[in-house]
């Protein structure tokens, strides 16, 4: 098992930016993928951004530009830096695991609120 442990959400004003963290823990072993979904009021889950382990990544097109992903694999830490929110931003952000067996593990979430 792998366990993830965000934090850095909030309530942040249009404009402004907050840093998300997400550490990992346990059975990690092999090339992963760590990324970030959300889901708003609503909607469903949709993938924000993702890195690999050599640190490619991939963004959402409504992010790019605005969001930056990294990650640190001493600390099987990944982080995704958020610039120029906006209220179609807020929703529950969710740490994704992508394991090399094709398993994927989930943090709890940590809601972005973005006041309209």
């Known amino acids: 098992q792998v366990q993830l442990v965000e934090s850095g959400g909030g309530l942040v004003q249009a404009g402004g930016s907050l840093r998300l963290s997400c550490a990992a823990s346990?059975?990690?072993?092999?090339?992963?993928?760590m990324g970030w979904y959300r889901q708003g009021p609503g909607k469903q889950r949709e993938l924000v951004a993702t890195?690999?382990?050599?640190?490619?990544?991939n963004y959402a097109a409504s992010v790019k530009g605005r969001f930056t992903i990294s990650r640190d694999n001493d600390k099987k830490t990944v982080y995704l830096q958020t610039n120029s929110l906006n209220a179609e931003d807020t929703a529950v952000y969710y740490c994704?695991?992508?394991?090399?067996?094709?398993?994927?593990?989930w943090g709890q979430g940590t809601q972005v609120t973005v006041p309209s």
């Open positions: 994704n695991f992508h394991r090399w067996d094709n398993r994927d593990f």
């Open positions: 890195i690999t382990n050599g640190g490619s990544t």
């Open positions: 346990g059975s990690i072993f092999g090339p992963y993928t």
